[in-house]
């Protein structure tokens, strides 16, 4: 199993995290990833006063990692978009591969 840590904090609680928004199409990931087994689980943890939100995903391997964040699909559908809306608005990511 590979196990990655992901957290956000952003400057205030008026500013929606990016997975809020629900403007993603998820269906190219359930099916090359999820479906497949490659991705194992996720769960998602908000801090007390809103400003944290960290995300724990569970692969099946690190291939099974690497392969997704190196997904071009999954770039442009959902990395990309991530990232600029996280710098646009000052959300931080601090990640623990």
């Not at 087994?37 to 569970?58: E, I, M, N, Q, W």
């Not at 959300?91 to 591969?97: A, G, K, L, R």
């Amino acid at each position: 199993m590979h196990i990655v840590t992901r957290t956000y904090q952003r400057p205030n609680i008026n500013i929606p995290f990016f997975e809020d928004l629900k403007t993603r199409d998820n269906a190219y990931i359930i099916r090359n990833f999820v479906q497949n087994g490659k991705f194992v689980s996720s769960s998602k943890v908000d801090s007390a006063d809103g400003l944290t939100r960290t995300y724990t995903r569970t692969w099946v391997d690190e291939d099974s990692y690497l392969e997704f964040i190196s997904d071009q699909i999954v770039f442009k559908t959902h990395v990309g978009p991530k990232v600029a809306y996280n710098k646009t608005h000052g959300i931080i990511t601090i990640e623990n591969p």
